[in-house]
């Protein structure tokens, strides 16, 4: 399975953008680039995922590489209900719905 | 009550018990997922259900038996735990589990049962 490569933390401050950043050096033409979260106490939820284009929904945009070596999570006005632990997975196509998750980003976002 | 909910949320056993996690789903989704989540290791994909149908069983050790008698419904069965299963399991559904391809049906996690086995 490709594997992604994700600090293990990152601080922001309050009403900035954040860029979290998720490398997939060995990412396959067919795999996709899926991000969750979670927050505190809960499980994890979706955010967002691509393909190949940037991809923009109500939570947050998702940055491509051109190469898809790379790519990054923009949040473009960080909150404190926004500080969890933000998982990178990259997903074979041919896998359906199975997610392996890694480590994972812990965002931490100051006042 | 809307989403996925888990009972109980926390969960003291010995060794020699036998218990049962269950949860739930209000969403109408047709596959469900049991998740481990130990403290230093990343979040294990255990079991999965589509259509009430095992589909996939992570090499799980016999000791985790799971139960899906419907589509809402999702149990993992608990008997002769070791200390080192002590972790969240978390449970997940979607509104199917797809074959592949371009489609993908975004899981929804319910909150998790933390498991303490003494």
């Known amino acids: 399975d490709a594997k992604t490569t994700q600090p293990n933390s990152m601080e922001s401050n309050e009403e900035e953008p954040v860029h979290l950043p998720c490398n997939h050096s060995?990412?396959?033409?067919?795999?996709?680039i899926h991000w969750y979260r979670q927050l505190p106490s809960q499980g994890p939820e979706y955010v967002i995922h691509?393909?190949?284009s940037n991809v923009n929904n109500r939570m947050a945009s998702l940055a491509i590489a051109e190469d898809r070596k790379s790519s990054t999570l923009i949040l473009h006005r960080a909150t404190l209900r926004d500080a969890a632990v933000y998982y990178c997975?990259?997903?074979?196509?041919?896998?359906?719905?199975?997610?392996?998750f890694g480590g994972g980003t812990r965002l931490m976002v100051k006042p | 009550e809307t989403g996925v909910t888990q009972t109980p949320r926390h969960l003291v056993m010995g060794m020699t018990n036998k218990k049962s996690l269950k949860c739930e789903q209000h969403?109408?989704?047709?596959?469900m997922y049991w998740y481990k989540q130990s403290a230093k290791k990343p979040l294990e994909l255990m079991f999965v259900?589509?259509?009430?149908?095992?589909?996939e069983n992570n090499s799980v050790p016999s000791r985790f038996s799971p139960e899906c008698p419907n589509s809402s419904h999702l149990f993992l069965h608990l008997h002769t735990l070791q200390p080192e299963d002590s972790a969240l399991y978390l449970c997940?559904?979607?509104?199917?589990?797809?074959?592949?391809?371009?489609?993908?049906?975004?899981?929804?996690f319910g909150p998790g049962t933390r498991l303490t086995v003494l």
């Open positions: 259900y589509n259509f009430k149908e095992q589909t």
């Open positions: 997975i990259l997903r074979e196509r041919n896998a359906g719905n199975m997610l392996t």
């Open positions: 997940a559904s979607s509104p199917l589990m797809t074959s592949g391809g371009s489609s993908y049906n975004e899981q929804f």
């Open positions: 691509g393909l190949t």
């Open positions: 969403l109408g989704h047709n596959a």
């Open positions: 060995t990412i396959s033409g067919t795999d996709y």
